[in-house]
Each structure stands twice: as structure tokens, then as C-alpha cells.
């Protein structure tokens, strides 16, 4: 419980910074917008190559979607596996959205994207143990080292990011 009411909290701070009312110049405003980047890794899957989830991990993507649904999501990403697909769906259709896949591979380009593009508001990215600390790091600077377990699928990290490169997160469990 206590998780949900930081995350709460956090998504509100953010969205009180959003310069959106502002009369200064708006692409100023939008270059120095924080974006607010949650990234999980996909929830419990089976065995095999691109698995689908298991019970416990179709459990967990509802209670991410119910953790998010008051949240004010721009856009939800997930690569094009069907574990993070499935991770992604409940809140993704909860908030209306599409989900936009993204290559592993290109993660530089992605934290650049999330932050241009959703500049001043909020995005739930899902990736993998290997990916998610990779596009931490991309979004908050080199001194962000994280890792996850390969049997972690409970981890959130909830990513202050600025144009600068420079951020900071919140790491919660869920």
C-alpha cells in the first residue's frame, strides 16, 4: 500500500511541474520538462522461446494496470515479445492506448525519444532484466547502475528524466 501511495505521489509532483500553463516560450518550456518514465520488466512467464505468461505473471500485469489506472499515461512501450506485450495490454487498454514496440536494441535512441516526444509527462516502458537497467542508465546518467534477477519480476523503477541526461528514480517493488 504504501508503494502506491509514493507512486501517487510522485506521478503527482510531476505533474505539477508540467509547464503547460506557461506564456514563456513553449519549446523552452518543453526542453526543460521532466518526463516521467516507469519501466518494469515483463511479469512471470513459461518456459520456451517467447513465452506467454504464466498465471502469476497474468496477475501481475493486472496489478500494474491497477497501480497505474490513476495515473495520466501519454503512451505505453514494450518490445515485440509476447511477455512484455501481455505485461504491457491491461494498462495500455486500460488508458486507451496503443502499444508502441520498441527494438531492444536501440535503447540510446529510445531514452532520447521518451524524453523529446513526452516531454512534462508520463510513459510505462517494459522490457527485460537485460534491457530495463541498460535504458535506466540511458535515461538518468552512467552513475545508475542497476540490475535485475533473473527471477525478479516484482521490480519498478519510476525515472525522473531530463533532456540533460541527467535523472533520477525510484526503485519500488510491486
Do not use: W
Not at 509532483?13 to 506557461?22: H, K, L, M
Not at 537485460?130 to 533473473?150: F, H, K, S
Amino acid at each position: 500500500m504504501i508503494q502506491y501511495l509514493i507512486l501517487s505521489l510522485l506521478l503527482l509532483t510531476t505533474a505539477s511541474c508540467d509547464p503547460a500553463g506557461s506564456s514563456s516560450d513553449a519549446s523552452a518550456e518543453a526542453a526543460a520538462a521532466t518526463t516521467t518514465v516507469i519501466l518494469v520488466r515483463h511479469a512471470e512467464k513459461a518456459a520456451g522461446e517467447d513465452p506467454e505468461l504464466t498465471a502469476a505473471g497474468t496477475e501481475r500485469a493486472k496489478r500494474l494496470q491497477l497501480m497505474l489506472s490513476e495515473a495520466d499515461l501519454a503512451a505505453v512501450y514494450s518490445t515485440d515479445t509476447r511477455r512484455t506485450q501481455a505485461t504491457a495490454g491491461p494498462t495500455a487498454q486500460d488508458h486507451g492506448l496503443d502499444i508502441q514496440t520498441y527494438d531492444a536494441s536501440g535503447l540510446p535512441a529510445l531514452a532520447k525519444n521518451l524524453v523529446r516526444s513526452h516531454a512534462g509527462r508520463t510513459v510505462l516502458v517494459v522490457g527485460h532484466s537485460n534491457t530495463t537497467p541498460d535504458l535506466l542508465t540511458e535515461l538518468v546518467g552512467p552513475g545508475a547502475t542497476v540490475t535485475i534477477d533473473a527471477e525478479d519480476f516484482g521490480t519498478i523503477y519510476v525515472v525522473s528524466a531530463r533532456r540533460s541526461g541527467r535523472g533520477e528514480f525510484l526503485h519500488l517493488r510491486y
